[in-house]
């Protein structure tokens, strides 16, 4: 078996349930940025930094390995502009853009999303998750939202 077939494999035995589709996608349970036909952009529920945003395709693909490609571009397009909506809408010094694929590579979630992370000078550069209150959630997500919307 080639080593991409076995990855599939494997992450597709990990996981029947996928909270993606499930709730964010299907029941549109979260802080909201932004949404296309193919894509979408929300806030993660337990963020590294306040306003730390995931893009993810609306259809299941478990990581980089079996991504449509048309689907993979609209992404990192979207990415790219969340990055300076981020930047603009938290006053980080610095964004982290991260995508992580298969278990021993840190993927928690077994459906394909990109991390838009804030960052500041002097603080760690850690990815310990932090609380935020609903009310936190909100108004950063606005934030974000608003200079998202600037942008595009
Ligand atoms: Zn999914």
Known sequence: MCLYIR?????????????FCERVI?????????????????????????????????????????????????IQMIAKIMASAVLKATYADGINIGQNNGPCANQRVMHYHIHVIPRFCGSNLNWERKALSEMEMKEI????????????
């Open 26 to 74: 299907k029941e549109k349970d979260g802080f909201f940025i932004y949404e296309d036909d193919t894509t979408i952009a929300f806030m993660d529920h337990a963020p590294v930094e306040a306003g730390h945003v995931l893009i993810a395709p609306k259809k299941h693909y478990v990581n980089v390995f079996d991504i449509d490609d048309e689907v993979f571009l609209n």
């Open 7 to 19: 990855i599939v494999f494997h992450v597709r035995m990990q996981q029947d349930y996928c909270v």
């Open 141 to 152: 997500s606005r934030r974000i939202s608003e200079a998202f919307s600037e942008l595009v």
